[in-house]
T-cell receptor
Framework: SQTIHQWPATLVQPVGSPLSLECTVE??????LYWYRQAAGRGLQLLFY??????ISSEVPQNLSASRPQDRQFILSSKKLLLSDSGFYLC?????????????FGSGTQLSVL | GNSVTQMEGPVTLSEEAFLTINCTYT??????LFWYVQYPGEGLQLLLK?????DKGSNKGFEATYRKETTSFHLEKGSVQVSDSAVYFC?????????????FGTGTLLAVQP
């Protein structure tokens, strides 16, 4: 069966420090991968999505970047965190093919930038 | 463009009360519609979905009907339990395309008291 792993679960970082959040998917190949952010009172916002290795699309201009060095690995990064980067970050995947549009989510990372 | 509007929370109910969480959408064409649930400290899970007009999605006693004429997908449950306390997200997936992005509403916090 397919599983998605996201870590760390919680992270407290000072302003200006770098960030790296990692997400891996097991049990499937060629998934579409997504990073969402849930900011307080603002719901879920799609940040990045990827349809293949090295292929990243950004949905909103921001201080973050994403990379997909391997088929089932999706990394969210920042060189210098801002206070506004605080939030709950969710990685998700879905099969590349087929008509099933369901997204499978990781358990999330709560990021606090102080 | 595509967007989802949900009723603001929090919604506070007593156990066994009737629940309605309103959701309306704006989309080009005929999107698929979803309700996701986020229990405290966890990621999102698909609760139910509907892929065409007049479809009714149902799961765990929750129901929602895809109403094209009112562009709505309201979530209902006849008798809520304390264990239903969570944040509920309405979402849509635009028809077509390879990315199958989900566009979420802001979420509605449901608190059920014993």
């Amino acid at each position: 069966s397919q599983t998605i792993h996201q870590w760390p679960a919680t992270l407290v970082q000072p302003v200006g420090s770098p960030l790296s959040l990692e997400c891996t998917v097991e049990g499937t190949s060629n998934p579409n991968l997504y990073w969402y952010r849930q900011a307080a009172g603002r719901g879920l916002q799609l940040l990045f999505y990827s349809v293949g290795i090295g292929q990243i699309s950004s949905e909103v201009p921001q201080n973050l970047s994403a990379s997909r060095p391997q088929d089932r690995q999706f990394i969210l990064s920042s060189k210098k965190l801002l206070l506004s980067d605080s939030g709950f970050y969710l990685c998700a995947w879905r099969p590349r093919t087929g008509t099933n549009e369901k997204l499978f989510f990781g358990s999330g990372t709560q990021l606090s930038v102080l | 463009g595509n967007s989802v509007t949900q009723m603001e929370g929090p919604v506070t109910l007593s156990e066994e009360a009737f629940l309605t969480i309103n959701c309306t959408y704006t989309a080009t064409g005929y999107p698929s519609l979803f309700w996701y649930v986020q229990y405290p400290g966890e990621g999102l899970q698909l609760l139910l979905k509907a892929t065409k007009a007049d479809d009714k999605g149902s799961n765990k006693g929750f129901e929602a009907t895809y109403r094209k004429e009112t562009t709505s997908f309201h979530l209902e449950k006849g008798s809520v339990q304390v264990s239903d306390s969570a944040v509920y997200f309405c979402a849509l997936s635009p028809r077509g395309g390879a990315t199958n992005k989900l566009i979420f509403g802001t979420g509605t916090l449901l608190a059920v008291q014993p």
